[in-house]
T-cell receptor
């Protein structure tokens, strides 16, 4: 069925360390993989996305990698800062470009000063 | 930020009563979505709309109905609220379907007693 697995569910790092969150999907037609950040009490906000014709995308301290063969994608945050503390959600579109986004269950990232 | 307004922001209602949540957008986007967010479940799609009077079910549609009579408004109705529908409800909009970013509203916290 339609499912996006996300790991870990919680992640604690020291300020300045790197953080990696991984997601897997099952639909080979999926071609769009966004990542959302949700601060406590706020709405989810898009931080980066990647399409299936690209293997990696970077934006300053964040990067996303995609392995289509293995059907998994990852979010990498380098030089973490306390303001990176939030819940992060991955998503994938099921059924390709005409499908809807299915979200992972989220990763709560805590960055300790 | 995308122009999305959800109302009300908070609501407490009793079991068995009907409840309607409103989402209003000023972006003239074709696609509108209703998600619910619960601890341990992430964001789950309830219903979505791909145009005026064009709607379809998501993964958790039982007990919910929607209507879209104008491009800018998407209503979610709980026909007879139950305690299991206590949740935070997010509206989202998109310029395209599955391969386009979602922009979320600020959410409605609904408590069914």
């Amino acid at each position: 069925g339609e499912n996006v697995e996300q790991h870990p569910s919680t992640l604690s790092v020291q300020e300045g360390d790197s953080a990696v969150i991984k997601c897997t999907y099952s639909d080979s037609a999926s071609n769009y993989f966004p990542w959302y950040k949700q601060e406590l009490g706020k709405r989810p906000q898009l931080i980066i996305d990647i399409r299936s014709n690209v293997g990696e995308k970077k934006d300053q301290r964040i990067a996303v990698t995609l392995n289509k063969t293995a059907k998994h994608f990852s979010l990498h945050i380098t030089e973490t800062q306390p303001e990176d503390s939030a819940v992060y959600f991955c998503a994938a579109n099921y059924g390709g470009s005409q499908g809807n986004l299915i979200f992972g269950k989220g990763t709560k990232l805590s960055v300790k000063p | 930020d995308a122009g999305i307004t959800q109302s009300p922001r908070h609501k407490v209602t009793e079991t068995g009563t009907p409840v309607t949540l409103r989402c209003h957008q000023t972006e003239n986007h074709r696609y509108m979505y209703w998600y619910r967010q619960d601890p341990g479940h992430g964001l789950r799609l309830i219903h979505y709309s791909y145009g005026v009077k064009d709607t379809d079910k998501g993964e958790v549609s039982d007990g919910y109905s929607v209507s879209r009579s104008k491009t800018e408004d998407f209503l979610l109705t709980l026909e007879s609220a139950t305690s299991s529908q206590t949740s935070v409800y997010f509206c989202a909009i998109s310029g395209g379907q599955g391969a386009s970013p979602l922009h979320f509203g600020n959410g409605t916290r609904l408590t069914v007693t």
